[in-house]
């Protein structure tokens, strides 16, 4: 938004815009997953949590939206370029159960935060106080730990399962990211200079495939 | 929760219990609904819209749950007893277009709010206070208000056929309520003290079909 008194700030460069259409896209179908998630839920509790995860997504989605709006860019246009990888991911990673969906939340939750966490650092000191406060408003996913580790702990025929299924998902998070980046050169750039020493996307992925183990330990399945 | 210094606050009563399990599962079955609608959105600037307005119940709900949870009462308990009536509602008026996804999402929240603004005087102070701040969180429905508005002016014959679906959606809301009310003796005898020279159940219908008429009005539908 520009206002009358002097010149409008600068707002987020044309790759922060991308990565912020990505990350708010991210967020808005990782809502819709959930709601329809939650509604599988066994107990009226377990439906209650879920929803309550889907609607925290929403709460982050809106702070990217007044960030990117403050700037005069509509998120919807910022997002539309991402909308068919992100659908074809959450297509290919269709949860099967109850206890899928729920390492499915916890584990996209986690993804998602680890990808906020290295960018705070590369982008503008605007939208990196975004990507913190948005990092900040955390701690729905307890209850996905505890009903996974009771799951678990109870059937190990399930653990094993769940594990190929986290396996799996992180195979198709990174698969899907690498064409989103494939498509888009800026982006790409954007990764290794961000990255630097860290060694630029596959770096990045060797990041998150670390912190990902660390999740599937918490959830009692490594 | 109780503490050790002195005996226990005197939580709500059975009664106010019971309505309150029936605002909960209002909100989180209107969640579950809204973000169903928000998929079939005919653009991402809708499915955002409807999404936080679904976000919205979820951020109500919470409340509701962290209210009763201080007296040691667990929501899904208050709620159970008003699933199967209250999905009966929604199953009875699910929406076949975008349009009928926001006229229903606009007036059902005001149904909502007239609900909760009848009862915050009737019960206790601190329940009283939670529904004065439920009430209070509003203003997610312009966006529905302008998109229904424009598109009756744009359109007579969609204009008739909207307003013969807000009339449904008063009249489904209404029997159930009179169902939920018909077999619960101590919530009907709750509403005929609180209500009072306001004239008990029917009154409180009364009160909500002006509330109704009004709001078909600002969508354009009277």
Known sequence: ???????????????????L?????????AFDRLAEDARAAPTLT?????????AAEIGHFRLIEEHLGASGVAIADAMAPFVTLIDSYHASTAPRSWLESLVKAYLGDGLGADFYRE??????PDTGDLVRRVLADTGHSAFAE??????????????DRLALWGRRLLGEAVTHAQRVVA????????IVLGSGAKGGVAGLIKTVQV???RRMSRLGLS
């Open 211 to 213: 912190a990902h183990g």
């Open 183 to 190: 498509e888009r050169d800026e982006l790409a750039e954007f």
């Open 146 to 159: 505890r009903e996974v580790r009771a799951a678990c702990e109870a059937n190990p025929h399930q653990r």
């Open 21 to 29: 259409g990505v990350l708010g896209y991210g967020e808005l179908s």
């Open 46 to 54: 377990g439906r209650a949590q879920l929803s309550t995860m889907a």
């Open 119 to 124: 960018v705070a650092g590369w982008v503008d």
């Open 1 to 19: 938004m520009t206002t009358d008194a002097g010149p409008p700030a600068a707002g987020p460069s044309p790759v922060t815009v991308e990565l």
